[in-house]
């Protein structure tokens, strides 16, 4: 099982800027994947970002640009720089690791972090 910490969401203004930190822990051997997704109520669940372990990132439309993901391997945590932040932004942001390996070596796994919500307002 994977446990993660997220933390960095809150309000800020337009314009403004926000980073995002998940750390996943518990029974690990590799993580292929992990990013952000964000949901508004009502909308699916759709992609901000990912990185693979090998730094390859992957952004949705709507942030390229504005937004910037990395990533420690060594500590299983990813960061999410959100900058130029406009209204559109607001929804809760829901941490992801893809292919978690755990260490058993034994199969792999997505898991989901619990969310955490990001507003916009002036």
């Known amino acids: 099982q994977v446990q993660f910490v997220e933390s960095g969401g809150g309000l800020v203004q337009p314009g403004g800027s926000l980073r995002l930190s998940c750390a996943a822990s518990?029974?690990?051997?590799?993580?292929?994947?992990m990013g952000w997704y964000r949901q508004v109520a009502g909308s699916e669940r759709e992609l901000v970002a990912t990185?693979?372990?090998?730094?390859?990132?992957e952004y949705g439309d709507s942030v390229k640009g504005r937004f910037s993901i990395s990533r420690d391997n060594a500590k299983n945590t990813v960061y999410l720089q959100m900058n130029s932040l406009k209204s559109e932004d607001t929804a809760v942001y829901y941490c992801?690791?893809?292919?978690?390996?755990?260490?058993?070596?034994?199969?792999?796994?997505?898991?989901w972090g619990q969310g955490n919500q990001v507003t916009v307002s002036s």
């Open positions: 518990g029974s690990i051997y590799s993580i292929y994947a």
């Open positions: 990185v693979t372990a090998g730094g390859y990132a």
């Open positions: 992801k690791a893809e292919g978690v390996v755990p260490e058993s070596g034994v199969g792999y796994n997505d898991y």
